[in-house]
């Protein structure tokens, strides 16, 4: 999904809660229907405290009983529950495992819904293999005919609105959504409805189509039952929601005001709303004083309050005329500081381009004339058909080209960043893939100088980047390693996962490494070129620019830890693909 929210948004609740059926119709109903013994209904009142290890220990003994009295019924109902266990254990696969045995043993056709629905959950939220969790809801919901409830409709369709969403089928999930919805809303269930309002709010806002979000936004907190403090929140979310729909409509005003109000929720308690009127009829009452004294005083003295009212009226015009001369300043100040910052700015871009030039023009010609002596070097080695020879200086041509090509398209990158031209696609990557695509295509040069390369990024972290941009930071950072790495050096690439927030990638070499003071250079914010250390190897500087302009437009940090003579280290961190909950 797109990372255009700004606060956390509301997704589906998979509450199995509902109204009373006449025949077993929520979770919670169909397991209760089943109840046969104590012992079942206390290992399923342990898992619905969270008591595991005890619910375990009677789910052992229940499994044992069902295999001696060969009763079906007990066997697929503790293999339910033992699923539960697992998924709250968070193991995922544990539970897919034994709910997939469950089905193997032809349950009931209520079980079977919610064995399917649970599995589409945990596909979804543990797992995160979008392809199964489709699957799993769509066998659920062909178990769904006239006879079913509403609730378990309405779960359902809920749960594939969130599935679409996620993956970013928009059409669908507004489809799903709104059934749930409309039974939702025929049967008075407020809080479901609210959510449902909330997630049509979510899915608009993805597509960009603020207006509605805020209507639907809206709907929902009209929807909530305000004195409901099971819902608080999920009406806080929707308050942080409002506020990043109006900030996007750049009404800051009501953005500012929705924000404080999910504030508020957010430290609240139980009986806020009581502490609320209590206070208000304070103040109530409190005005009502006031205005008594205020009406007392001015049928006393009529004249003095006249009097008092012309001083006050005329200090507002004052007031009001030195405010405006202060604003108008204060605007003339930031104007001024504008242009100055632009004039600023610009010089600073003239002196980028002026050094620019000066050192592309340099490195251009001393890699044309690298070319033309080896041309020279090798038109005298086919004359003497000297195929060793030949050889070196072919991969000699090949690595003088290939620097000016990385050259020129570095160049190209950078006035593309620079004019606002480059396109950026930001969505989820598995890491691993991208490394081994750019690491792919520097096996000759690696090869050629004997380096021991490794790639050890992990195959399981997904982050979001732009991939094109993320190939061009890579593509540089590689050739920058290998580079000052020399012969028979050693390069490693790998990732680090120190936090839910970013994942750490990184290039580490044993080569000519940099003084302190290069490094920190090199980690300023600017848009002057840096100055190279190593004057006797070609590049420009611009490779190092453009990897920090791109991973800033990719959310990323760039961090370097080196020794001069020892290595280098570049870390990269890039925003990692957070599991929804």
């Known amino acids: 999904m797109s990372a255009k929210f700004i606060f956390p948004l509301l997704l589906v609740c998979f509450s199995f809660v509902s109204t009373s059926q006449n025949s077993p119709c929520t979770k919670e109903e169909v397991i209760n229907a089943f109840v046969k013994s104590d012992k079942f ?12 290890d005890e619910s375990y ?8 009983e069902s295999q001696k009295t060969l009763d079906k019924d007990l066997e697929v109902f503790t293999l339910f529950i033992e699923g539960e266990l697992h998924r709250k254990n968070k193991a995922f696969r544990k539970s897919i495992e034994t709910f997939q045995l469950l089905l193997s043993k032809e349950p009931p056709r209520n079980l079977t819904f919610y064995t399917y629905l649970a599995m589409g959950n945990i596909y979804m939220s543990g797992l995160r293999d979008f392809g199964k969790v489709n699957l799993n809801y769509k066998n659920a919901e062909e178990l769904l005919d006239g006879s079913s409830c509403e609730e378990k409709k309405a779960l359902l369709y809920s749960a594939l609105g969130n599935s679409y969403l996620l993956n970013e089928n928009y059409k669908e999930a507004e489809a799903y959504y709104k059934k749930g919805l ?22 608009y806002f993805e597509k960009y189509e603020d207006r509605k979000a805020r209507e639907y936004f809206l709907k929902a907190l009209n929807t909530f039952q305000k004195k409901d403090s099971t819902n608080i929140n999920a009406r806080q979310r929707v308050n942080y ?37 209590i206070a208000e009829l304070e103040k109530k009452i409190e005005v009502e004083k006031r205005e008594k004294r205020v009406s007392i005083l001015e049928a006393e003295n009529k004249v003095k309050s006249a009097q008092r009212n012309g001083v006050i009226i005329s200090a507002l015009i004052l007031l009001a005329l030195l405010g405006v001369s202060v604003y108008y300043y204060r605007e003339k100040v930031k104007t001024n500081k504008i242009i100055s910052d632009q004039n600023e700015e610009l010089d600073q871009l003239n ?18 004339n690298a070319l033309k002596t080896s041309n020279k070097g090798l038109i005298n080695s086919l004359k003497t058909k000297n195929i060793e020879e030949l050889d070196v200086q072919l991969n000699s041509n090949s690595a003088i080209v290939n620097g000016a090509y990385n050259l020129l398209d570095n160049l190209l990158n950078w006035a593309l960043l620079q004019t606002k031209q480059s396109y950026f696609n930001i969505e989820p990557h598995r890491l691993f893939h991208l490394v081994e695509h750019v690491a792919y295509n520097y096996q000759a040069l690696i090869f050629e100088k004997n380096l021991d390369f490794k790639n ?50 990184i290039i580490e070499d044993n080569g000519l490494g940099m003084s302190e003071q290069t490094r920190l250079e090199l980690l300023k914010e600017t848009t002057l070129l840096s100055k190279k250390e190593n004057e006797d ?3 420009t500087g611009l490779g190092m620019q ?25 870390i990269v961190s890039f925003p990692k693909v957070i599991a929804d909950g």
């Open 57 to 64: 220990k009677l789910i052992k003994e229940l499994k044992q």
């Open 456 to 505: 050890d990024v992990s195959k399981k972290e997904k982050i979001q980047v732009d991939q094109e941009s993320f190939k061009i930071v890579l593509r540089n950072l590689m050739d920058n390693a290998i580079k000052f790495t020399k012969e028979n050096g050693k390069i490693s690439i790998y990732s680090q996962s120190e936090n839910d927030e970013y994942i750490n990638l």
């Open 41 to 52: 209904k206390q290992a399923y009142n342990y898992l619905s405290k969270n008591s595991l």
């Open 546 to 570: 453009l990897c920090k302009s791109m991973i800033k437009k990719n959310k990323g940090i760039f961090n370097i830890e080196s020794e001069l003579g020892k290595g280098t280290k570049i």
């Open 351 to 368: 002196a980028t381009k002026d050094k620019l030039f000066s050192i592309v023009s340099h490195d251009l010609r001393s890699s044309v």
């Open 537 to 539: 190897i070609i590049g």
């Open 182 to 203: 409309k039974i939702y809303v025929n049967t008075s269930n407020f809080n479901e409805a609210a959510t449902n309002y909330s997630n049509l709010g979510n899915l």
């Open 241 to 277: 929601n409002l506020s990043a729909v109006y900030e996007a409509l750049k009404d800051y005003e009501k953005s500012l005001k929705y924000l404080n109000q999910a504030n508020v929720l957010r430290d609240s308690i139980w009986n806020s709303d009581r502490v609320w009127e």
